[in-house]
């Protein structure tokens, strides 16, 4: 016999409501395969009189966080009002009124992950997030459960699909990157004002939760390094291309000598890379450990419906808990670990530089010189065009950032180089 | 404070091993992730005295399958002996004593699925099998939980490493199949006798497992349709490619009309589907549904410390459960529902044909004459060749596999048509 399980929602867009209408179209597949009646209590929204596409009856609706919250019988609050307040007290007082949470806000957990996990802790309840990244690509659970047993070393992400589908079609189309932006909008693939997206604010909150899950390590967004896409041009994706690699906006977190090095910034990734195939505005997530060797997860990462199912799936692993009696969790005594985050300066990539260069004997032997002062290590040259026109297009070996950025302001003073055009990481292939 | 699960083993080759030393390294990471300290009670081996590089006390190596299955202690089995017998007769006799159990057995679950299923629920135990398909993906439980609000509607998968690694020699650098196969052998990614991986007995088997979790409904390997990779040519592989396609090894489980579809053999991908970019011995699994769109996990699909990994994430997830006091599961509950499986003549496809002709006037027209009444819709033809040289490579729209063998035949009794060289049906495309 399935168990009701009581559940209130805080918030009711675009996901809520898909979640709404998941909960009734399946509602038996999800009680066969949970043994547990989900049953949708209250709803807090701002309006409650406003009409709606969502199949639940219009007096669930309330304007008073209390409805949800004090309810005796909820047993599970979903928050998916997004933001940080007032999300972030609300969830912090259904803890305490010992309700678990399911919550989509990447805002809220890559900035208060810590105090919620040990509030969640400290009264017994779970905080489940798989919706709060990559939306519908199952994610937390694998790396946190499935993997508990693999140190991992590395997470690479194309966690943004609004920058993914720009870059697809500076590469696949050759377009410029206004070009590209402004069919993203039009197509309703970026938002009015994209800079949280292009910029990579939303890129960088997401890899501080991967880095949290994946590294046991309350990070912030703020300690993550971010770069957004603005400044990648059709030059660079072009030289990417002739190269053999391709231009992705990477979310990064890796450990060096046991430190947490996290970074958002545009990458060349070689083209056999299963992460070079992710286009348009799809979403993956590669990561590495020394036994389980390489794993990907690919798919919607955005999107009512796909993000909808990823709600649904935690509300049905916390009624299997709640149904076989089960109690608490554990997640600020495993999000323990206590690692430095990284400088920039400190962190190691390849580079990928493009130098405007006046094409005269010796001029290869002064760059070439400056890199060797600065200790890194030129793989590969290219020059493109002669004399005053001459491009010269360099990919180094692994090197250090501090290093890489001294050599470029040491470039710039040499007098045959007349400008830097672009420095940009290359990722995944040494 | 953590909990102390103790597990026995049966059987301790390479997995086992693996897993071994699995939880001795990351035995504190182990702990703090899942509230539980693992003890390794007694190991059943076929001769406790060889020596192995295992990190236990030589005394924990039994011959007798009781010192594992009687101990009190004892909460979960793990049973990585491979094959049906004993490790079914073992399984089952775990699960009457009350023990959890965690298997990476392949023929035993999709040769025995349901009595498994229905013997643990019976007995309120787990049975956990993440382990069993495509080695350290994280699968079956994003599958049966993550999304258990979805309704799938098709699973493709890359689950047999040895013919990917044979394909990916003859797409990647030209080879024939037998200098591929000889090449694998060499490298040691075939097995001395190929012909359980060559002809997609092993697909077909982790085709049946895939088809259970995805769509509740309890599949055998002999419900699948099998077809092996030893006739795929060198030619295919190019034209394939010539087209814009891949050739894979599919193990492909669908709805067709509410009947279950399910299938392994050689296919043709587009080339920008994610499945074509999985090479070499990798293995991924692509899933749609309508609600969460498409998703793929990719990663090592064999090996020792891959598969170590999952089979300590199920002992993790078996563990917390018994830390936190739950009980039971609904294993055969869950995988029961009554579908049909679907005929092999019913199903549908796109298909490729390579057909040699002469070529004169008239014969296009008597070909797609063929096709036309069969009800088989040309979506392309292109023309190799000249007079008596001709080669006419055709690509279908979906179409019925009934009527498209029935097309095949017509063609071959055709005079102009002096041989139908190949037929390989294509995916992922329409």
Redesign the interface.
């Known amino acids: 016999v399935a168990v009701e399980v009581v559940v209130g929602f805080l918030g009711c867009g675009v996901v809520g409501s898909?979640a709404l209408r998941?909960?009734r179209d399946?509602r038996a597949?999800?009680e066969?395969?949970?043994?547990c009646r989900f049953e949708v209590s209250r709803i807090l929204v701002r309006d409650a009189h406003r009409s709606r596409d969502v199949p639940v009856s219009p007096e669930l609706f309330t304007t008073e966080s209390r409805d949800v919250l004090a309810g005796q019988d909820v047993a599970v609050v979903v928050e998916l009002m997004g933001g940080i307040e007032p999300a972030r007290t609300l969830v912090l007082e259904a803890f305490r009124a010992g309700k678990h949470v399911v919550t989509a806000n990447k805002e809220l957990l890559a900035n208060h992950g810590r105090e919620l996990f040990e509030e969640a802790e400290a009264n017994g309840v779970n905080l489940s997030f798989?919706a709060a990244v990559a939306g519908?690509?199952?994610l937390i659970?694998?790396l946190?459960?499935?993997?508990?047993?693999?140190?991992l070393t590395r997470v690479l992400g194309i966690v943004n699909g609004t920058t993914n589908y720009v870059l697809s079609r500076m590469t696949d189309d050759g377009m410029s990157f206004g070009e590209a932006l402004a069919e993203a909008e039009r197509l309703g693939f970026a938002e009015r004002d994209p800079s949280d997206d292009i910029e990579g604010f939303d890129a960088a909150a997401k890899c501080a939760i991967l880095a949290t899950v994946a590294f046991?390590t309350p990070v912030v967004a703020g300690d993550v390094y971010r770069e957004g896409i603005s400044r990648v041009s059709a030059e660079d994706v072009e030289f990417a291309d002739r190269l053999g690699y391709v231009v992705k906006l990477l979310a990064v977190a890796e450990l060096e000598e046991g430190d947490l090095a996290v970074r958002v910034h545009p990458a060349m990734i070689p083209r056999?890379h299963?992460l070079?195939?992710?286009?348009d505005s799809?979403n993956?997530v590669f990561v590495e450990?020394?036994?389980?060797?390489?794993?990907?997860?690919?798919?919607?990462g955005a999107?009512g419906?796909?993000t909808?199912?990823?709600?649904?799936?935690d509300?049905?692993?916390v009624g299997?808990?709640l149904k076989?009696?089960?109690?608490?969790v554990?997640l600020a005594?495993?999000f323990?670990e206590e690692r430095r985050i990284r400088a920039m300066e400190a962190m190691e990539s390849q580079y990928y530089l493009l130098l405007d260069v006046i094409d005269r004997p010796g001029v290869l032997a002064q760059i070439a010189g400056a890199f060797g002062q600065n200790k890194v290590s030129i793989k590969s040259v290219w020059q493109e065009g002669f004399g005053d026109d001459a491009l010269l297009v360099m990919i180094t070996h692994r090197a250090n950032e501090g290093a890489l950025q001294q050599t470029a302001r040491d470039l710039r003073a040499l007098e045959p180089v007349l400008e830097v055009r672009s420095v940009m990481r290359v990722e995944g292939a040494e």
Chains 1, 2 share one sequence.
């Open positions: 898909a998941l909960l399946h597949d999800i066969r395969r949970s043994g798989e519908g690509i199952p659970h694998p946190t459960r499935a993997l508990a047993g693999e140190r046991d056999h299963p070079a195939s992710v286009r799809y993956a450990g020394p036994k389980v060797g390489q794993l990907m997860f690919y798919g919607r999107g419906d796909p909808a199912t990823a709600v649904v799936g509300l049905v692993e299997r808990s076989d009696g089960r109690t608490g554990m005594s495993r323990s």
